[in-house]
């Protein structure tokens, strides 16, 4: 069966700081993957979709930036956090022609101070 | 033409009740409606879904109305229990556009015993 894992679960960054958070999916090939933002009592915004290795479309324009190095491998980043940032942010992913039914991670809890 | 409106925004229902939230979606190229439910702290899990071709789907206590003319969907939950307290999103999708997957905001539901 397939699972999908993030990491950090919880991480408190200063701001100005850097980031990178991490997300990998197993029991699958070529997935799509995601990375959506929720924020407190809010919906979910996608930030971030990858159909394969190195390809990445945004959707919202930001300072976070999201790669894809390997098939199973979704990584988020920032060069300087600011407060806004702070939020849930979640991996998603979905078979590859089935980009409609996405399942989602655990998610990290980011704050930013 | 993206959004996707939910209601209510919170719902209390004794235990052995019935749960209904409601979602409304205005671009008609949605070809897929799916619920998810997500518990605090937790990614959110795909609880069901339905596609346009069909008013009406069931899974256990779980039930998808769904109105194509009226572009109304609605998610029942039959016999309500404190376990199913948490937060409720509707969302919308085209089956060969993942990047168009739109949420509602949430509904939280509470159970109480």
């Known amino acids: 069966s397939q699972t999908i894992h993030q990491w950090p679960a919880t991480l408190v960054q200063p701001v100005g700081s850097p980031l990178s958070l991490e997300c990998t999916v197993e029991g699958t090939s070529n997935p799509n993957l995601y990375w959506y933002r929720q924020a407190a009592g809010r919906g979910l915004q996608l930030l971030f979709y990858s159909v394969g290795i190195g390809q990445i479309s945004s959707e919202v324009p930001q300072n976070l930036s999201a790669s894809r190095p390997q098939d199973r491998q979704f990584i988020l980043s920032s060069k300087k956090l600011l407060l806004s940032d702070s939020g849930f942010y979640l991996c998603?992913?979905?078979?590859?022609?089935?980009?409609?039914?996405?399942?989602f991670g655990p998610g990290t809890r980011l704050t930013v101070t | 033409q993206q959004q996707v409106k939910q209601s209510p925004q919170s719902l209390i229902v004794q235990k052995g009740g019935i749960s209904i939230i409601n979602c409304a979606y205005e671009n008609t190229a949605f070809d897929y409606f799916p619920w998810y439910q997500q518990f605090p702290g937790k990614g959110p899990a795909l609880l069901i879904a339905?596609?346009?071709?069909?008013s009406e789907k069931k899974e256990g206590r779980f039930t998808i109305s769904f109105n194509k003319s009226a572009k109304q969907f609605s998610l029942h939950i039959m016999d309500s229990q404190p376990g199913d307290s948490a937060t409720y999103f509707c969302a919308a999708s085209m089956s060969n556009y993942g990047q168009n997957f739109v949420f509602g905001p949430g509904t939280r539901l509470s159970v109480l015993p």
């Open positions: 339905i596609r346009p071709d069909v």
């Open positions: 998603a992913w979905s078979v590859y022609g089935r980009s409609y039914e996405q399942y």
